[in-house]
């Protein structure tokens, strides 16, 4: 009876755990309308609209790395030709270093990337990203 009662909260305590998470994971997109604020200096999520110094963020959630008509730089375009699609994952990591990302992702100790801005807390990342899969 007690190893039924624990395995019995035991899943309980799981399936909380996955609903939390999963909750957390989600951001708000409100709230990463106004974080977007600080990106608007480089890019736009106007349909037909191009920045000179940063690729339109329109429809960049399921969208390959370096695919846009923007003049990308070299490790972002090995990274898109080494198959990196933008999934919410990806981009709140490379929102947070995106030097240092790239480097992992490609496997190389440094590289030369064009965005220096970093997004240090995680929450602004995540809505950030809940904004960007918003946009229509």
């Given at each position: 009876?007690?190893?039924?009662?624990?395995?019995?909260?035991?899943?309980?305590?799981?399936?909380?755990?996955?609903?939390?998470g999963?909750?957390?994971?989600?951001?708000?997109?409100?709230?990463?309308?106004?974080?977007?604020?600080?990106?608007?200096?480089?890019?736009?999520?106007?349909?037909?609209?191009?920045?000179?110094?940063?690729?339109?963020?329109?429809?960049?959630?399921?969208?390959?790395?370096?695919?846009?008509?923007?003049?990308y730089?070299?490790?972002?375009?090995?990274?898109g030709?080494?198959?990196?699609?933008?999934?919410?994952?990806?981009?709140?990591?490379?929102?947070?270093?995106?030097?240092?990302?790239?480097?992992?992702?490609?496997?190389?100790?440094?590289?030369?990337n064009?965005?220096?801005?970093?997004?240090?807390?995680?929450?602004?990342?995540?809505?950030?990203?809940?904004?960007?899969?918003?946009?229509?």
């Open positions: 009876m007690r190893r039924m009662i624990t395995g019995a909260c035991l899943t309980l305590f799981t399936f909380a755990g996955i609903g939390i999963s909750a957390l994971a989600d951001g708000d997109a409100a709230a990463g309308e106004k974080v977007f604020t600080k990106c608007k200096a480089c890019h736009t999520v106007t349909a037909g609209k191009s920045s000179p110094t940063g690729p339109n963020l329109l429809g960049v959630v399921g969208r390959k790395a370096g695919s846009t008509d923007f003049k730089s070299d490790a972002m375009t090995k990274a030709a080494k198959g990196l699609v933008w999934d919410e994952k990806s981009i709140v990591k490379y929102l947070e270093d995106p030097k240092k990302y790239l480097a992992g992702y490609l496997g190389e100790a440094s590289v030369n064009k965005m220096m801005f970093q997004l240090k807390d995680e929450k602004e990342r995540e809505n950030v990203v809940a904004y960007l899969k918003s946009l229509k």
